[in-house]
């Protein structure tokens, strides 16, 4: 069974003169021996009219095929009474669903398969035999060796679900398609996916072919077929045929009603899946958007932190500048100091006495006084100085010449105020 999709079959064949006349007799009787007539080559059959190859066949059944696809019966069933391939609606029939019109259904049935032991969809159709010969007396060989014919449905389903629970199948998925919707059904050259998919065909439009074990019923119950099927010549009870009648109108509603609940569930899970989808692309959405933003805040860090190098290096550089331009200051302040003191010391020398200059060149703690003498504040320096005056001024060479050598006065006191200190 092909879901509307088209398979190609890559065959490969010769294809040789015959110019013997003897070697094409031989060839036409064998083909006598497989139910062909040397009339069968042209367009023209036995009745005078084109050539058109019958076909009784089933094209599906109830339950799983080899492709993983599932039908439901009363599915089938509806479908075959609301007009299967009635025309204006005939269906196409093709070879290995090529989708290239060789023939048509013009007739369908629910019925019960004897031998598949499956409901299924029974369909008469027509090839146009005149006009491929090729394809119908193909056809007629495989039906002489085989017994039967190969055929395979193509189908769209109004809606399908997935399930690994299918009986028989409970560890693989199929598909289970519903209410499909029949386009064609080819005849095969290759085995069919569901293999009770077989048919039968001729030219005698006088006597159609018919489905090998099979029969067919209005009603979808197995059981009402069995019945059937072992009645005899004798009365039937009525009141047990209607009882298993209602028995099987019982069931069928059990089972429309189940089929309707996992429609309804099927298509909850449906809209669950479409909601989680969406959900899924919004949140990938999200999680782009924070990648993005995150990057942004990555770059955004790296940037400050190399910022923060850059200000942590400058402020470095800074502090260092910082360290030897106070190093600097201080030696140029200590000069300056220096330089300020030696020459607040050469003022303060200038204005002593001539004879307190002299003294101090060859006095013994001649650095401890000028150091002192530096370091004195003005108002020391002031008294200081007047003291060294009144001690030098008034006095003759004669009695400072006295004077010279004379032991300082034991007042108890050192320092700058005992002017005798520096007079020795």
């Given at each position: 069974?092909?879901?509307?999709k088209?398979?190609?079959?890559?065959v490969?064949?010769?294809?040789v003169?015959v110019d013997?006349?003897?070697?094409?007799?031989?060839?036409?009787?064998a083909a006598?021996?497989?139910?062909?007539?040397?009339?069968?080559?042209?367009?023209?059959g036995k009745?005078?009219?084109?050539?058109?190859?019958?076909?009784?066949?089933?094209?599906?059944?109830?339950?799983?095929?080899?492709?993983?696809?599932?039908?439901?019966?009363?599915?089938?069933?509806a479908?075959?009474?609301?007009?299967?391939?009635?025309?204006?609606?005939?269906?196409?029939?093709?070879?290995?669903?090529?989708?290239?019109?060789?023939?048509?259904?013009?007739?369908s049935?629910f019925a019960?398969?004897?031998?598949?032991?499956?409901w299924?969809?029974?369909?008469?159709?027509?090839?146009?035999?005149?006009?491929?010969?090729?394809?119908?007396d193909?056809?007629?060989?495989?039906?002489?060796?085989e017994?039967?014919?190969?055929?395979?449905?193509?189908?769209?389903?109004e809606?399908?679900?997935?399930?690994q629970?299918?009986?028989?199948y409970?560890?693989?998925f199929?598909?289970?398609?519903?209410?499909p919707?029949?386009?064609?059904t080819?005849?095969?050259?290759?085995?069919?996916?569901?293999?009770?998919?077989?048919g039968?065909?001729?030219?005698?439009?006088?006597?159609?072919?018919?489905?090998?074990?099979?029969?067919e019923?209005?009603?979808?119950?197995?059981?009402?077929?069995?019945?059937?099927?072992?009645e005899?010549?004798?009365?039937?009870?009525?009141?047990?045929?209607?009882?298993?009648?209602?028995l099987?109108?019982?069931?069928?509603?059990d089972l429309?009603a189940?089929?309707?609940?996992?429609?309804?569930?099927?298509?909850?899970?449906?809209?669950?899946?479409?909601?989680?989808?969406?959900?899924?692309?919004?949140a990938q959405?999200a999680l782009?958007?924070?990648?993005?933003?995150?990057?942004?805040?990555?770059?955004?860090?790296?940037?400050?932190?190399?910022?923060?190098a850059?200000?942590?290096?400058?402020?470095?550089?800074?502090?260092k500048s910082?360290?030897?331009?106070t190093?600097?200051?201080?030696?140029?302040?200590?000069?300056?100091?220096?330089?300020?003191?030696?020459e607040?010391l050469?003022?303060?020398?200038?204005e002593?006495?001539?004879?307190?200059?002299?003294?101090?060149e060859?006095?013994?703690?001649?650095?401890?006084?000028?150091?002192a003498?530096a370091?004195?504040?003005?108002?020391?320096?002031t008294?200081?100085k007047t003291?060294f005056?009144?001690?030098?001024g008034?006095?003759?060479?004669?009695?400072r010449?006295?004077?010279?050598?004379?032991?300082?006065?034991a007042t108890?006191?050192?320092?700058?105020?005992s002017?005798?200190?520096?007079?020795?």
């Open positions: 069974m092909e879901h509307l088209k398979v190609e079959f890559l490969e064949a010769s294809v003169p013997d006349e003897r070697e094409l007799d031989q060839i036409l009787e006598e021996g497989l139910g062909l007539s040397k009339e069968a080559a042209g367009p023209i009745d005078g009219k084109p050539r058109m190859l019958l076909i009784t066949s089933w094209i599906a059944h109830e339950g799983r095929n080899g492709n993983g696809y599932a039908f439901v019966r009363p599915e089938l069933d479908r075959v009474r609301q007009g299967l391939f009635t025309p204006p609606h005939g269906g196409l029939m093709d070879f290995n669903h090529d989708y290239t019109p060789i023939g048509f259904w013009y007739k049935s019960y398969h004897d031998s598949a032991e499956k299924g969809v029974l369909a008469n159709g027509a090839i146009w035999a005149w006009r491929f010969p090729e394809v119908a193909q056809l007629l060989a495989e039906q002489q060796r017994g039967t014919i190969k055929v395979s449905m193509a189908c769209l389903a809606s399908s679900e997935y399930t629970n299918y009986p028989g409970e560890d693989e199929t598909e289970v398609l519903h209410n919707i029949f386009f064609t080819s005849v095969l050259s290759v085995p069919p996916a569901d293999p009770n998919a077989e039968h065909v001729t030219e005698d439009a006088t006597n159609p072919p018919v489905a090998a074990a099979s029969n019923h209005s009603d979808s119950d197995v059981e009402l077929v069995a019945a059937s099927r072992h005899t010549k004798e009365e039937v009870d009525m009141d047990e045929l209607k009882e298993k009648l209602d099987a109108t019982a069931k069928i509603a429309e189940r089929v309707a609940e996992l429609k309804s569930f099927n298509e909850t899970l449906q809209a669950e899946a479409s909601t989680a989808k969406q959900e899924a692309v919004a959405t782009a958007e924070a990648a993005k933003k995150t990057d942004e805040s990555t770059n955004k860090i790296n940037e400050l932190e190399v910022a923060l850059s200000a942590v290096e400058a402020r470095e550089g800074l502090e910082l360290v030897e331009a190093e600097k200051l201080t030696e140029y302040e200590v000069k300056e100091a220096e330089a300020a003191k030696k607040r050469e003022a303060r020398l200038a002593l006495p001539e004879v307190v200059r002299d003294n101090l060859d006095h013994p703690e001649n650095e401890a006084i000028l150091e003498l370091s004195a504040s003005d108002e020391d320096w008294k200081t003291l005056a009144l001690a030098s008034g006095a003759d060479y004669k009695g010449s006295d004077r010279e050598g004379r032991l300082p006065s108890g006191k050192t320092g700058l105020s002017i005798d200190h520096y007079l020795r």
